[in-house]
């Protein structure tokens, strides 16, 4: 097993009235991940969307982290969950932006874009489910 830490640190000195300095991280538990860079085919949820997390791959929880690496705020990528109602939206990235979230390891979550062939980077940390096998 090894650990996986996160840091964030949010800061402003003129949004606000007074000054904003947060930082944070923590050191999460895991025995496996992978970091992939796709190009995004699906511009709408659906089956053509690609897949960033495979339902039941990790046990208690995932950690997902997903970067829009395009250039222009307006092409956006979208991170959703696959559902059989209603399929929520969970992130939308503008081109340069990111999220990191620790997420339902029994969702899958698929990201679509604004345009054909944007590129996301996304990684998923957690501890893997030996129920669970790739092709």
Known sequence: MGTVRANIRVSSSDVLATAVDIASSVSLSAD?????RVKIVATSAGGTAQIIHKANEKLNRAYLYVKN?????EKYAYVYAETSNDDPVLAKLAGGEFCFMPVDPSVELKVYGTDVDQIVEYAVFGLDSSAVRYS
Not at 32 to 36: D, I, K, L, R
């Open 32 to 36: 496996s991940g992978n970091v992939q």
């Open 69 to 73: 690496l395009g250039g222009e705020a």
